[in-house]
C-alpha cells in the first residue's frame, strides 16, 4: 500500500512512521508513506497556501491552486482508490472503516490547516472526508497519523501475530477482555484464578463472557 500525505507541516508527521509498527511496515516494503509539503506547490513568490476567506469571517482558507497541482501530480503517476481529507465534520473514524481501508492500493490524505480548504477542494477532488472524534485539532496532521496508524496495522504481514489484530477492541463489535501478566500475586492482588487453570476452553469461555460484560457496560450502543 501508498499512503501520500498531503500537509503544511510534514515534520509533525515524521516521527509516528519512524518508530515500532509502523516503521517495521515501512521497513519490509509493505507500505509507502510520502509526505508532502503543500509549500512546494505554491504558485507564488511568497509560498503562500492560505488567504483570506471571501466574504469575511475570521480564519484563513487553504488555497485550490497548490492542492490542486499536489493531487494532480500524483495522480497522473498512479491511480488513486480515495483522496481523503481530514476534517472534524467528516465521518468519524471506526474499525470498519479502518479494515475496508486497509484493503486498497493507493490513498492520499489532506490535512486541513487554518479554517479549512476551499470548498471546491471538497467537491472536485476528495473522494472520503474522516474526522477522529468531536473535538477540533490544530490541523489534519495528528489525524492523518491516527488514520494512518489505524490502517497500516490491519495489512497481513504488519503484525508479528496475526491474530492479535483479530483479538483487539472493536475488531468484533466488542471491547476486549482484561490481561494480565506475571506476577500472578502482587501485593495481594490476584489474577483470575481461570486464567492460570491451563484449560483453553473455560479461559476462552470466561474471555468471551468478560468481552460482553465489559461491552454492556461500557459501551452497549456497540450491541445496538
Ligand atoms: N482536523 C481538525 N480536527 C479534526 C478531527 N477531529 N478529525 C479529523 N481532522 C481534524
Keep these: 500500500m501508498r499512503i501520500d500525505i498531503i500537509t503544511v507541516l510534514p515534520e509533525l508527521l515524521r516521527s509516528p512512521f519512524e518508530a515500532s509498527i509502523l516503521k517495521r511496515a515501512i521497513d519490509k516494503g509493505i507500505v509507502q508513506v510520502h509526505l508532502h509539503n503543500l509549500r512546494d506547490y505554491s504558485t507564488n513568490k511568497q509560498k503562500n497556501v492560505d488567504d483570506y476567506q471571501f466574504g469575511g469571517g475570521a480564519g484563513m482558507v487553504m488555497m485550490i491552486e497548490p492542492i490542486d497541482a499536489c493531487i494532480t501530480k500524483l495522480k497522473s503517476e498512479r491511480e488513486y482508490d480515495e483522496v481523503i481529507y481530514m476534517t472534524p465534520d467528516g465521518d468519524t473514524l471506526n474499525q470498519k472503516m479502518a479494515n475496508r481501508m486497509s484493503l486498497l492500493e493507493n490513498i492520499i490524505i489532506l490535512c486541513g490547516h487554518y479554517k479549512g480548504v476551499d470548498q471546491r477542494v471538497r467537491d472536485q477532488f476528495i473522494t472520503k472526508e474522516i474526522s477522529i472524534g468531536d473535538f477540533v485539532l490544530s490541523g489534519g496532521e495528528l489525524a492523518a497519523a491516527v488514520v494512518a496508524d489505524s490502517i497500516i496495522r490491519l495489512i497481513p504481514g504488519v503484525l508479528s501475530n496475526e491474530t492479535s489484530a483479530l483479538t483487539d477492541s472493536f ?54
Design 171 to 224: 475488531q468484533d463489535n466488542l471491547l476486549s477482555p482484561p490481561i494480565y501478566t506475571r506476577p500472578a500475586e502482587y501485593k495481594g492482588w490476584k489474577v483470575p484464578d481461570v486464567l492460570l487453570s491451563g484449560n483453553f476452553a473455560h479461559i476462552d469461555k470466561w474471555r468471551e463472557d468478560m468481552a460482553m460484560e465489559h461491552t454492556k457496560t461500557r459501551r452497549p450502543d456497540l450491541l445496538e
